[in-house]
DNA sequence: CACGCCCATCCAAAAACCGCATCGGTCCAT
DNA sequence: ATGGACCGATGCGGTTTTTGGATGGGCGTG
């Protein structure tokens, strides 16, 4: 007694019989091309046609015609088979790793001339991979690596986590940022003993960490004991406190990109030499298919960045 | 030995399965809303990542996750099931007459002041029909009509064809067209015995029959002669030629809108006194579902077409 | 008027799909 | 540490759906 069910949506092997059907205004033809016989064929547009509840073709045993509405939906038709394949396409391509997204989490002073330098000349070598920017202190970093929020991250040392893979990719000396009218600005380069007792501004130990320990450590190593006038963590508040004159600083030669009036920069020598360093961490188990990708970026060939090296200093 | 037989494209039953076990990340859940049991579900979702060669979905028996790749694919599917139910819908506004596309044949002097007035005054009274415009003389329009080139046709009479409905959607009544300096410019209005042995710019019995013959017939009738110095077919030619001083001519009011300089207008007294008749014509057997409703923007209401008829005078 | 072409329909066989029962693995509470 | 709850995968039998061959019927052609 119940007629045929019809499905109440269509399929896309229905969207193809149709516009087999309509390309070729035969349905026999449109059947060999769909590798079927006739009669299949004609049941799925009439599937098709039911569903939509629609009459697609106007066929007399003789002619086979579109409707207007036939008209349209062969637009329509053809634009999701087309998106069909496109989509199919991407995603194999996100899968390979040929595309795809990594989100890249990044310190303030990484920002100013490790990333650009990265994203401006070696991101070319692999289009089609998108980084998302996350700004985030080194502790956070670690953290958003671990819910998996971030891919990748640009950070200080210590990384003492077992799941992480590590590799440094720059490392760099250290500068000092001096007000206009400082004496020691009549030096080409200045050595730690130029801070003994002199007005320092100084990394917290808290927001920053690294910079602060690195730098008391190289202190009490030279024996010199600056005067600690104020503790930032930002950078560049610490140069604004710098250029109101309240003390010199000690910061990465990457923060000579941020040119406040008024404040100049002279090298500071240092053992070693390039103290700074700045690794790359991800964990090992990360499944982003578009991270070998980006990892190939990120290897120095002729860079300034120190040979890479798996194994992380404590 | 040979594995299930994957078909070599996906279906939209499966985008359906995958978009909302992404959704809800959890199968059962996913099955329920898909109204079926758990274990088809995973199959569908198997198969679908099979045909893409992709792993979409992480799931472990205690978490489902979205893979890279699976987040792409997710807003590929989602955007190709909202295209899918889109076609539908406007396929069958199509369908029902809703919405859909008419091919319109107007003669030149049609296009003057009727169908100017057509499409502004009364199109937003089906916003969703789409007028495309073809001018073409009315034997054009005709075969055009024929062929299906054109679903209307707005023409002059005779339109003596039995597939054919007719409706009279305006007349109008004449105007001597005459040059700056010509003497009956004087009169408010003109009777045609003021054309007598007068220079007169007249239409081409063969690109513009309905007006010859009407003219012709009005002059017989009036047992007035006129000078015919000129025979051309196109209406902006004739009133070119009016400027030059060759000539009067005696055109539709319509053509007032042309604002030729030099050229001015004077009403013509005829029996009767709107001989200009302009019919819309269309196949009885038109199966345009928009039809309808662009005939109802025809219908007059308080215009100045005369009364409908679906009898033709030949 | 007979023939050929072409789409629709009928029917049996094949394929696909579904639901039930169940397995193996993980997490959690005890 | 262990038992139980939860969850997705898998095996299997029954049902639905689809397919292809045969056939029917309408229409144009010679």
């Not at 490790?114 to 080194?138: C, D, G, T, Y």
């Not at 991250?153 to 440094?168: D, M, N, V």
């Not at 090298?267 to 991270?291: K, S």
Request: hydrophobic share 45%; with cysteine.
């Amino acid at each position: 007694m119940t007629g045929p069910s019809f499905g109440s949506q269509f399929e896309l092997h229905q969207l193809r019989c149709f516009v087999a059907a309509a390309e070729e205004l035969h349905f026999g033809r449109a059947a060999a091309r769909m590798n079927m016989t006739q009669p299949p064929l004609s049941r799925q547009i009439q599937l098709l046609e039911h569903v939509l509840g629609v009459k697609l073709l106007d066929r007399t045993s003789r002619t086979v015609k579109l409707t207007p509405a036939g008209r349209v939906f062969l637009l329509e038709a053809r634009r999701i088979l087309r998106l069909t394949e496109s989509a199919a396409l991407a995603t194999r391509r996100i899968a390979t790793g040929e595309a795809g997204t990594i989100t890249l989490g990044f310190t303030a002073a990484s920002g100013y001339s490790f990333l650009p330098r990265l994203l401006l000349q070696r991101a070319s070598a692999a289009p089609n991979i998108h980084v998302a920017l996350k700004e985030m202190v080194s502790a956070e970093q670690i953290e958003s690596l671990l819910t998996g929020r971030i891919d990748v991250g640009l950070l200080r040392p210590p990384i003492a986590r077992s799941e992480f893979t590590t590799l440094k990719v720059a490392s760099e000396g250290l500068v000092a940022a001096l007000p206009v009218g400082d004496g020691r600005l009549a030096q080409a380069s200045l050595s730690l003993a130029d801070f003994d007792d002199a007005p320092l501004v100084m990394y917290a130990p808290e927001g920053a960490r690294y910079f602060h320990d690195m730098l008391d450590g190289l202190f009490k190593a030279a024996r010199v004991t600056p005067r600690v006038v104020q503790s930032l963590s930002q950078i560049h508040s610490m140069l604004a406190l710098v250029r109101a004159g309240i003390g010199a600083a000690v910061v990465p030669e990457a923060a000579m990109s941020l040119h406040f009036d008024d404040v100049h920069f002279r090298p500071v020598v240092t053992d070693p030499p390039h103290p700074v360093e700045l690794y790359a961490a991800w964990r090992a188990d990360n499944d982003n298919p578009a991270l070998g990708a980006f990892l190939g970026l990120l290897h120095p060939e002729g860079g300034d960045a120190a040979a890479a090296s798996d194994e992380m200093p404590d």
